[in-house]
Each structure stands twice: as structure tokens, then as C-alpha cells.
């Protein structure tokens, strides 16, 4: 049974950091392109960064380069979404992704509705 559990999220203050991860289970990581999507409130979801499989390539939305960094530990089978400057209008559910065999930037465009397994989204909150 494949299990992708996000950490806990939370409330920061704009221009702080939070640092989410998703523990997968049932898969091996480096053979999914393995992604971060977010939805906020009364918007559809969104890709956010990906890496891709087998390699460290990896791909960002506009809005958050800079700022997002998207690692993988193989030997934890984890992702992680290292979040810097926060913003108020990066205030979202965050869920991990992933996609057998993908490329980062393919996650990218095939977006939300491509995706093999996701996570059940947690919850960042970024106040002014």
C-alpha cells in the first residue's frame, strides 16, 4: 500500500521559514518524479516544485523560485519543500506527489490531474 504522510504545517509570520516533508511508503523515490502541489482557499490546486526521477533535476512555478527548495533523502524515502520569505499568498494546503518515471518539468505541465499517489495535504499558514 503506497502512503505519502506530509508533516505537520503551521502558522508563520511573513518572511519566515518552514521546512515540510513527506515520508513515502510503498514506492521508492527515485523512481517517481516526486512533486509538491498547493491549494488554497477557493482556488484549484497548483504544482509548486518537482524533482524528477533518478536524478536531481528539478523544476519550480514562477511564483515561488528563489524562495522553495524541493530535496529528496533516497535512503529515508522522504521529500522535502524547504519554504523561505514567506508570503502571505503562499497560505495554502501543500500536498506531495508523485509520478512514476517523470521528469520534474513533466509534472509541471501535466499538472494535478496526472498524478500516480498523493498525500492527504497539510496546512501553511502565512500571516502579515
Known amino acids: 500500500q503506497v502512503q505519502l504522510v506530509e508533516s505537520e504545517g503551521g502558522m508563520v509570520r511573513a518572511g519566515g521559514s518552514l521546512r515540510l516533508s513527506c515520508v513515502v511508503s510503498?514506492?521508492?523515490?527515485?523512481?517517481?518524479?516526486m512533486g509538491w502541489f498547493r491549494q488554497a482557499p477557493g482556488k484549484e490546486r497548483e504544482f509548486v516544485a518537482a524533482i524528477s526521477w533518478g536524478t536531481d533535476n528539478t523544476y519550480y512555478t514562477d511564483s515561488i523560485k528563489g524562495r522553495y527548495t524541493i530535496s529528496r533523502d533516497i535512503a529515508e524515502n522522504t521529500v522535502y519543500l524547504q519554504m523561505n520569505t514567506l508570503k502571505p499568498e503562499d497560505t495554502a494546503v501543500y500536498y506531495c506527489?508523485?509520478?512514476?518515471?517523470?521528469?520534474?518539468?513533466?509534472?509541471?505541465?501535466?499538472?494535478?490531474?496526472?498524478?500516480?499517489?498523493w498525500g492527504k495535504g497539510t496546512l501553511v499558514t502565512v500571516s502579515s
Open positions: 510503498g514506492l521508492t523515490v527515485s523512481e517517481y518524479g
Open positions: 506527489a508523485a509520478k512514476f518515471g517523470s521528469t520534474a518539468q513533466a509534472m509541471s505541465v501535466v499538472g494535478s490531474s496526472g498524478m500516480d499517489y
